[in-house]
Structures are given as C-alpha cells and as structure tokens.
C-alpha cells in the first residue's frame, strides 16, 4: 500500500474510487480514451447495430472492456479512414494506385503498405526497413520459417514453449512434417518443471536452448504469453541462443502494442504479430513482420553472377523490386529488408484501418503507455489480492508474474474448481468485458490507452462480489456467458477465441 500513496504524498485509501479517480485525473494518457469507441452496456445486450456507431461515449453507460488481449476496441478515427479510402476508390478507380488527394490523410494505394511500415517501425524498435505490415499471424511464421527454418540430418529441432498458442504449434509441427521430420523428436518444448507454477524462468529456457543447441535449427518463442501474460527477456534469449550459433524467432502477438520492444538493438532475426489486439486494428486485421537487416539484405553482383544472392524464402511479386515489378519478367529480385518478404498485394481497405490505430500510437510513446500499464496492472492486481471482509479465503491466484518487468498489461486470474461459467455470466450482466480459458482462467487486461484507474477499481468491486456469490451458490441459473460459451452450436465451433 505504501507505493501506491506515495504516488500522492497522502492517506488516500487506495481501495476507494476516490483514489482512482485521482489517478484518472493524473494519468498522462487520459485525452486518448476519447480517441476509440468503447461499446456501451446497451449495445453489448442488443439484437440490433444502430444505424450510427458514431457518438461519443459519454451519451451512454461504457461497458468496463478490460479485453485488449483478445481484440481491442474501435478508434473512433478508423470509420473516417475507411470512408475516405472507399471514396478514393469511387472517384478514382485504379487511378488510386497513383493519386493522393489534398483533403485526405490517406497515401495512394500503392503506397499504404510503405506507410504502414513506416508508423510501425518505432512500436517495435526497428528500422522501416525491417517491417513489412502483411499477412496474418500464422501465414507470416509460416513465411519466417520457410526462411529461418532450414533444417539439415544434424541440426533439425525447433525449441518452443510448452503452453504455446495451438496455432504456433499446428504451424511448427507442420513446417517440421513438411521437411521430412518426426514433431515428437524434432520439437523441443520450454515449459513449467514445477506443476504449481504457469510460467518458465530465463535461466530454464536458456538452459533447454544449452541442451539442444547442438541439434538446433531454430529458436521460436512468444514475447508476452498469451495464457499467463508472462513477458520473455526477449534481449537476454536472444543474445544467449546467438551465442551458440542459433538463429531465433519471436511470436509476438500480445506484446507488440503492449510492451516497449527493441527488436533491432536486441539483435531480434525475425518475429511475427497479429495487429488486432492491442494495436486496435480491427478483427482478423493485416499482421506485421520483423526481418533483421542483416537477413534482408540482397546481393545484386551476385543475382547478375546467376546465384541467389539472397535469404532464401517463399516469393511473390509484391515483395519484388519496385523498379521492375511491373515489367512481368520472370527474374525475382527482392526488395531489401522485410518488404522483400511480402508476396501478394496487400489490402488497402485493412491497412487503412492498421493505418487509423498507428496513428494514435504517433500521438504518444510506448515509454509512456509502459509506464501507465506498470501502475494501472499493479493497481488492478493490488485491488483483487485484498483479503475479503467476510476473512474467507480468496477463491482464485493471479497466475501472472508477479514482478512488473515480468509482464504485460494482463493479468490471468485461475478460479477454484467449477466457478468458471457463472463468474463469467454475472460479469456480462454487470456490463465487464473479459475473457476466458477453460478450465478456470479469466484474463483480464487494462489496455492504457482507453482504459481507466476505475474501470480497474469497478472490475474488482465487481469481480470479488461475482465470485462470493457463485461460492455461495448464489448466482442466477441459467444465465449464460458469450465469452464462455459463445460460438457453440449447428455451426460446429466449440468456442470462438
């Protein structure tokens, strides 16, 4: 409680709103959650889209959206974006390709995915050589390991974590398949030795990487982890399997956004993003690429010689060199760094949207969202460790590290046995966005950029007396949860995360 109050040099009693309040007030970044479209209790509930989605969010009651890891909220600028883009198509044809116009921030189309690249370099500490904004998630670990995964008789394994998102792991078993190897010797997992604990040390993964080293072709790992929220010393990992000669990779869907990155003075080979999540760029949106300088460089004495003269890769002509991509030869010659990696057109009318979010992001510095995402997750964490007034034991464990330098802005909270579905339904009631992983884990996160010290403090109050009353068998039957029980039915899935 004493790091909390000597943030004010006062008595305030930090578990009052109050407090949050004052720290609403206080907080550097509070003019930007006005900047995104919060959905509202009303329409969380509602059969209907209104016929404008448009208004401020003060006209009615936010819903308390703690759900930026899974899918972030609406900036309120994408809707403009996107009708801008729409009507360059309109009035221009292919001839946006070509043309910008003076009453609109939007490149030509066939300049967006420069653009992009250009707003994202700084989020992830790279050069704007080094990003290509393209693809999905999958589809880009999929393209780094056509390109980083080149295994031979001698070094064919992959080093990945244990717990990791099953889309990484159907992508690495697959690659492994693909160059004639066997998953159960060729994969190597980073994981937990203690069953009581959710998350891995450094000193283990570098001892695994010390094992293996020898037999290794490729490093992959995730930068913050999707289950736990724990954030990887991406620096030291990398640095450690550098120094026996391996090559590593990094999934960071939920750390780019979330926590500063250094991808080039960490030495980073490559890494791959999703943008929808704490980069606010809509569903399914258009994901990013990270390719060290020194793996996108391109040889041309070499390419004139007739040899490669590049890291080898899967090609398209999109990440041909401009100067020729429209004369339809038949000469691949990439573009240096990460747009050499790109191989169709990108859509425009999803960079527009990448576009409109990166802008916000041009508004303030990932320093700045660090510092508020250190203080805000440790006020949510320091709210919900309070022992009840009742002096019954806490019916859950945060099972994210503790330690700030150790996390993201999530926190993963495991509920005893079985209180999973009705703390979740009595959360929607209450108008709380989070979500869920079967068994028992709720994951909560405080995106800085629109969320707030009170939407912290509401969610405990709220959280805590959900669960006192699903302990106490008092929660309504047969309520339902969309997040934990959405997307089941005649169409076959099981969940919709």
Known sequence: MTKYRSEFGGDREITTVDYAEECDRRDPLRHLRAEFLIPSKSDLKSRTLASSYEGSNDSVESSIYLCGNSLGVQPRRTVQHIKSHLAAWAKKGVFGHFVEHEDSSQPAFLLIDETAAEKMAPIVGALKSEVAVMETLTANLHFMMSSFYRPTKEKYKIV????????????VESQVRFHGFDPNDAIILVQPNDSSTATVTTSQTLSIIDEHASTTALVLLPGVQYYTGQYFDIKTITAHAHSRGLLIGWDLAHAVGNVPLLLHDWDVDCAAWCNYKYVNSGPGAIAGLFINEKHGQVDMKAIEEGKVGFRPRLTGWWGGDKSTRFSMGNRFVPIPGAAGYQVGNPSALALTAVLASLEIFGETSMETIRTKSVKITGYLEYLLLQPPSSGAAIPYKIITPSAPADRGAQLSVRLEEGMLSGVMA?????????????????????????????????FARIFRAACEKVKAGQSKKGEVSVMAEGGKGEKGWNEIK
């Open 426 to 458: 009595e959360l929607e009631t209450a108008g709380i966005v989070v979500d869920e992983r079967k068994p028992d884990v709720v994951r909560v996160a405080p995106a800085p950029l629109y969320n707030s010290f009170k939407d912290c403090y509401e």
């Open 160 to 171: 990945m974590e244990g717990g990791a998102f099953p889309s990484d792991r159907y992508a």
